[in-house]
């Protein structure tokens, strides 16, 4: 299995841009996961789904940031507009069913807005 | 809630010595999973070891073992032989339902 793949590895942008990330995760996986790392705050949760749907997104910041799961095989995680705070690896992990499996993470993609 | 904590940022060892990392957590479930994470400076996450709360038995993966203390909510993270290959920052991670990861400590192996 070709593991969690993010994509783009390395995303320079400009303030007010908009920036989208993107992930596909492991076939057969039902859980997908959102986080952001920063040296300040360490790993967040952002959002995570099930099945394709929203269960917690209560670590978004803000309305500038959606994300979207639209079928067991893509999610997108959107910044609009971007701000220099929002610099950070943002990292996509998948896990199978159940509450108790292995997260398996991708590469991770670093995002700076100057 | 569920929480985790890494009370040490930071921790060196000697090549070939044997360190132990420290992690607290707290909840309220029974059936819950423990992990350890390890991240290079390549960034990406590895796993290193789990465990099943259920077990009493401390899981083992070659030169890593845990303590597990159910009682005290605390599951520390052995690395013995340490090598260079091994420094990273090492997260303590609980999962029921969604993941919870401590702050992390970095590891340095001295030469």
């Known amino acids: 299995d070709a593991g969690v793949i993010q994509s783009p590895r390395h995303e320079v942008t400009e303030m007010g841009q908009e920036v989208t990330l993107r992930c596909k995760p492991i076939?057969?996986?039902?859980?997908l996961f959102w986080y952001r790392q920063t040296m300040m705050r360490g790993l967040e949760l952002l959002i995570y789904?099930?099945?394709?749907?929203?269960?917690?997104d209560s670590g978004m910041p803000e309305d500038r940031f959606s994300a979207k799961m639209p079928n067991a095989s893509f999610s997108t995680l959107k910044i609009q507009p971007s701000e220099p705070r929002d610099s950070a690896v943002y990292f996509c992990?998948?896990?199978?069913?159940?509450?108790?499996?292995?997260?398996?993470f991708g590469e991770g993609s670093r995002l700076t807005v100057l | 809630a569920q929480t985790v904590t890494q009370s040490q940022p930071e921790m060196s060892v000697q090549e070939a010595e044997t360190v132990t990392l420290s992690c607290t957590y707290d909840?309220?479930?029974?059936?819950?999973?423990l992990f350890w994470y390890k991240q290079p400076p390549s960034r990406q996450m590895i796993l290193v070891i789990r465990?099943?709360?259920?077990?009493?038995q401390n899981a083992t993966e070659n030169r890593f073992s845990v303590n597990f203390q159910k009682a005290a909510k605390s599951f520390s993270l052995k690395i013995s032989d340490s090598q260079l290959g091994d420094t990273a920052m090492y997260f303590c991670?609980?999962?029921?339902?969604?993941?919870?990861f401590g702050t992390g400590t970095s590891l340095t192996v001295i030469p």
């Open positions: 992990a998948s896990r199978g069913q159940g509450n108790t499996g292995e997260l398996f």
């Open positions: 076939s057969g996986h039902d859980y």
């Open positions: 789904f099930n099945n394709n749907v929203p269960i917690d």
């Open positions: 909840t309220s479930e029974n059936n819950y999973y």
């Open positions: 465990q099943e709360a259920y077990k009493q």
């Open positions: 991670a609980l999962s029921w339902n969604q993941f919870y």
